[in-house]
């Protein structure tokens, strides 16, 4: 199984066990720089070893983790000579859109072809309802000025069920069905 190791501008790399293009993944994630890619999970975990100076007992914890699940994506976290990972539920390749930041089963916060920013927020429930919208001007001023903090806010208030963002969002059509 060939493994791409995507490395990002943030502070997490992303690990698929499918691989692509470096022009696909530019396309899908927002803050890519670079991938490398490995023949099999073996290969992978050595380069970790090697590169991070991980243990033994770390790299054979990914190796496991990596080769028992069922996903296609993985984040990982480096600290102090430790990698973390866990899984991403979310079908990156599949994304119309380019993937900005996501939190799984909380939000996706996307840039369209057309250089609008949506942010699509799961509700759950037994329909799963969720809840889109497009960010208007002074959203996207506000994030640029504070960044994934201000998503994370905002995204909070459209899971509310009276949520003040989501009134002015249908209010002033920018609301995505």
Same mark, same amino acid.
């Given at each position: 199984m060939q493994l791409d190791l995507i490395y990002t501008k943030t502070d997490k790399? +992303?690990?698929?066990?499918?691989?692509?293009?470096?022009?696909?993944?530019?396309?899908?994630?927002?803050?890519?720089?670079?991938?490398?890619?490995?023949?099999?999970?073996?290969?992978?975990?050595?380069?970790?070893? !090697? !590169?991070?100076?991980?243990? !033994?007992?770390?790299?054979?914890?990914?190796?496991?983790?990596?080769?028992?699940?069922?996903?296609?994506?993985?984040?990982?976290?480096?600290l102090n000579n430790s990698i973390s990972i866990k899984q991403i539920h979310l079908q990156l390749l599949k994304s119309k859109n380019t993937l900005i930041h996501w939190e799984d089963w909380f939000y996706i916060f996307s840039k369209t072809s057309t250089n609008n920013y949506h942010l699509w927020v799961f509700l759950g429930g037994i329909t799963n309802q969720v809840r889109e919208i497009k960010l208007n001007a002074k959203q996207i001023s506000e994030y640029e000025e504070l960044g994934i903090t201000y998503i994370k806010a905002l995204a909070t208030?459209?899971?509310?069920?009276?949520?003040?963002?989501?009134?002015?969002?249908?209010?002033?059509?920018?609301? +995505?069905?």
């Open positions: 790399f +992303i690990l698929s066990k499918i691989t692509a293009s470096y022009k696909v993944w530019q396309s899908k994630l927002f803050y890519y720089t670079a991938h490398l890619n490995f023949i099999n999970t073996k290969d992978f975990v050595c380069f970790l070893k !090697d !590169d991070f100076k991980i243990s !033994d007992k770390n790299k054979s914890e990914i190796y496991n983790y990596v080769n028992n699940s069922d996903q296609d994506f993985f984040e990982l976290s480096v208030d459209l899971q509310v069920r009276e949520s003040k963002i989501y009134k002015e969002a249908i209010t002033n059509n920018n609301r +995505i069905l």
